[in-house]
């Protein structure tokens, strides 16, 4: 199971920083990415990084603003998101990605943490 943490409710233009821990899977096996779901809508691609963190990859909505990041040796994944901005509020979730598309999640889906962003 993949735990994600570090949500919570932030003025636009603050910051937040996302953490992704593995409980019975391993986070260093894997590429692995980001997605976030609001109501009403399918979850979407945020952001990806390749098994030893030599390529990313970010939606066009957040390139420039947010960054992925993993450590392999404390098997954990991290999402820093600045300047945040009204709709980038969601329920984020990590998961791990397929070899072969950095945008294609694999496996079952966490709780997800939640991002607001308002004034």
């Known amino acids: 199971q993949l735990v994600e943490s570090g949500g919570g409710s932030v003025q636009p233009g603050g910051s937040l920083r996302l953490s992704c821990a593995a409980s019975?899977?391993?986070?260093?096996?894997?590429?692995m990415g980001w997605f976030r779901q609001t109501p009403g809508k399918e979850r979407e691609f945020v952001a990806a990084?390749?098994?030893?963190?030599?390529?990313?990859d970010y939606a066009e909505a957040v390139k420039g603003r947010f960054a992925i990041s993993r450590d392999n040796d404390k098997n954990t994944l991290t999402l820093q998101m600045n300047s945040l901005k009204p709709e980038d509020t969601a329920v984020y979730y990590c998961?791990?990605?397929?070899?072969?598309?950095?945008?294609?999640?694999?496996?079952?889906w966490g709780q997800g943490t939640q991002v607001t962003v308002s004034s």
């Open positions: 019975g899977r391993t986070i260093s096996s894997r590429p």
């Open positions: 990084i390749s098994l030893g963190g030599g390529r990313t």
């Open positions: 998961n791990h990605l397929a070899a072969y598309d950095l945008r294609t999640p694999l496996g079952s």
